[in-house]
């Protein structure tokens, strides 16, 4: 019984209070070369005052102006807002330029197209800091790249990287007629990538010719014959080939052609053709349209 109260008792005593001992580490406060705090935030480029901004720009569309504002940390404490232009060509060409900035902490930057109306896809930019001025330089880093248009910059921190070829593109139209071989060839411009979504014309005939066909190639290589009913008329032909329709090649449905043609994206230089075999010499092309996915090949 002696030991059973004895527990009870201890059970119940009140200890006194013991306050937790906790070490407090303080931070310590890191140094850039010319002795001001470094700011602890995820993104941040230190600069010592040899290296530079570089920024690269291409356009479809002539009479853009990109501005690239940014604010700087400087070595005294202050904050520097500071400001540059760059008016890329509008012919794809890819422009590069750089800035001297100094030294000091890149805090943010951005940049946007302050004349020009460029839809999304069609003026590519990227920023990055290098090493050197000119020649040789040394790329220490990207801060952002993508398409930019008036109401949607590009900002560091913030924007992801993406590469020119990333995204829906930019829908682009043109027109073509000819009358003569080979009919019609589209080639992609410098600087661009096609994907081609929808190709319309009328071809007229000058004699019924029934071993007429059209035959769809990509520099020169044949992908797609198409060939004409067994019967080919005088009269004009509505033709259409795009990706997302079903080829049509029947005297049920005359004086109308579909051909379904590959989704291929086609790079710089390389030529769609859509010619004849067996036409005749006098055959033309007219009311011609193509409708096309358009990417900038920075």
Same mark, same amino acid.
């Given at each position: 019984m002696g030991l059973r109260r004895a527990l009870r008792v201890a059970a119940? $005593?009140? !200890?006194?209070?013991?306050?937790?001992?906790?070490? *407090?580490?303080?931070?310590?406060?890191?140094? @850039?070369?010319?002795?001001? &705090?470094?700011?602890?935030?995820?993104?941040?480029?230190?600069?010592?005052?040899?290296?530079?901004?570089? @920024?690269?720009? =291409?356009?479809?569309v002539a009479g853009v102006t990109l501005q690239i504002h940014a604010r700087f940390l400087l070595p005294d404490g202050t904050i520097s807002p500071q400001s540059w232009s760059v008016a890329p060509p509008g012919d794809r060409s890819v422009q590069t330029t750089q800035f001297p900035v100094g030294a000091g902490t890149l805090l943010t930057l951005v940049i946007f197209p302050s004349a020009g109306t460029p839809r999304y896809g069609?003026?590519?930019?990227?920023a990055s800091i290098i090493q050197g001025f000119g020649g040789a330089t /040394?790329?220490?880093?990207?801060?952002?790249?993508?398409?930019?248009?008036?109401?949607?910059?590009?900002?560091?921190?913030g924007s992801p /990287?993406?590469?020119? +070829?990333?995204?829906?593109?930019?829908?682009?139209?043109?027109?073509?007629?000819?009358?003569?071989?080979?009919? +019609? $060839?589209?080639?992609?411009?410098?600087?661009?990538?096609?994907?081609?979504?929808?190709?319309?014309? *009328?071809?007229s005939a000058t004699?019924?010719?029934?071993? =007429?066909? /059209?035959?769809?190639? +990509?520099?020169?290589?044949? !992908?797609?014959?198409?060939?004409? &009913?067994? *019967? !080919?008329?005088i009269a004009p032909w509505n033709l259409l080939a795009a990706p997302d329709i079903a080829t049509l090649n029947s005297?049920?449905?005359?004086? *109308?052609?579909? /051909?379904?043609i590959?989704? @291929?994206?086609?790079p710089t230089a390389?030529?769609?053709? +859509?010619?004849?075999?067996?036409?005749?010499?006098?055959?033309a092309v007219t009311q011609g349209i193509f409708v096309v996915q358009e990417w900038l090949e920075v």
């Open positions: 119940c $005593a009140v !200890l006194p209070f013991m306050p937790a001992k906790e070490t *407090v580490l303080t931070p310590r406060a890191a140094t @850039i070369p010319f002795g001001s &705090p470094l700011l602890a935030t995820p993104f941040q480029f230190v600069l010592s005052g040899s290296e530079n901004l570089q @920024i690269l720009a =291409a356009t479809s069609e003026c590519y930019a990227r /040394l790329l220490l880093g990207t801060l952002t790249a993508g398409y930019t248009t008036a109401n949607q910059p590009l900002a560091w921190p /990287l993406e590469r020119s +070829i990333d995204g829906p593109g930019v829908t682009q139209t043109g027109t073509f007629a000819s009358a003569a071989l080979p009919f +019609i $060839a589209l080639t992609v411009p410098a600087g661009a990538r096609w994907l081609f979504r929808a190709i319309s014309f *009328v071809y004699v019924a010719n029934v071993t =007429a066909n /059209l035959r769809y190639t +990509i520099n020169g290589n044949t !992908l797609v014959p198409m060939s004409f &009913p067994s *019967v !080919l008329s005297t049920s449905n005359p004086g *109308v052609q579909s /051909l379904q590959p989704a @291929i994206q086609l390389s030529t769609l053709t +859509i010619a004849p075999g067996g036409a005749g010499a006098g055959d």
